[in-house]
């Protein structure tokens, strides 16, 4: 049973550009959700998608954004990108039958912003 | 608002060892606390998920605790390996969030020496 796939795996842009973000969450399962990690900040959640809809969002600015398509695949983008945009972006799904099911997270997006 | 911590933030102990890391949480309202394991620049691989209702959970060499009323819980690694060293971090669901939503502390970097 294949993992949760992310891709790319690395990415470098340029300050001012914007970025998207693509992961495959594990075959059946709909929730997927997206965390940021830093050394400063840990990891922070960024926002849930469950069938399609945008169920919670963390703090984060509206330069953040994402979307959940029909087969649970999941994009996230990064506008006017920043320096401080700079960090391991992961991503995890999770069945969501049951609200105390396990969390699957995948190898990550090392994104650097120039 | 919870808030998770995990002392040490840095462990390094001889192989064949055994050794607890420890994760504190200052709501117990929560559906299911996860441990992981993360790999330098790499993502998180889930080692072990406590549900609320249950007071500890074991695979392998690990065992994992959770005691709600106080606030904590432990991962209990017997006899350390080199292949041990990692970061480990706990994550916690807490009740009224959405399943992706998870709150993680800033994890504990371990080290094992041969």
């Known amino acids: 049973k294949a993992g949760v796939t992310q891709t790319p795996r690395y990415l470098i842009k340029t300050r001012g550009q914007q970025v998207t973000l693509s992961c495959s969450p594990i075959?059946?399962?709909?929730?997927v959700s997206w965390y940021q990690q830093t050394p400063g900040q840990g990891l922070q959640f960024l926002f849930e998608?469950?069938?399609?809809?945008?169920?919670n969002k963390g703090n984060f600015p509206g330069r953040f954004s994402g979307r959940q398509f029909s087969n649970s695949r999941s994009e996230m983008n990064v506008s006017t990108l920043e320096l401080g945009d700079s960090a391991l972006y992961l991503c995890?799904?999770?069945?969501?039958?049951?609200?105390?099911?396990?969390?699957?997270f995948g190898q990550g997006t090392r994104l650097t912003v120039v | 608002k919870q808030e998770v911590t995990q002392i040490p933030a840095a462990l390094s102990v001889p192989e064949g060892e055994n050794l607890v890391l420890n994760c504190s949480f200052t709501?117990?309202?929560?559906?299911?606390l996860q441990w992981f394991r993360q790999d330098p620049g790499k993502g998180l691989t889930s080692l072990l998920l406590?549900?609320?209702?249950?007071r500890e959970q074991t695979s392998g060499r690990l065992n994992a605790s959770l005691d709600k009323s106080s606030g904590r819980s432990t991962l209990y690694i017997a006899a350390s390996q080199p292949g041990d060293s990692a970061t480990y971090l706990c994550?916690?669901?807490?009740?009224?969030?959405?399943?992706?939503?998870?709150?993680f502390g800033k994890g504990t970097k371990l080290s094992v020496k041969p």
């Open positions: 995890a799904s999770s069945l969501e039958q049951r609200r105390d099911t396990e969390a699957f």
């Open positions: 075959s059946g399962h709909r929730s």
């Open positions: 998608y469950f069938s399609e809809t945008q169920r």
């Open positions: 709501d117990s309202a929560i559906y299911n």
């Open positions: 406590i549900q609320s209702s249950q």
């Open positions: 994550a916690t669901l807490p009740v009224g969030g959405s399943q992706g939503n998870l709150i």
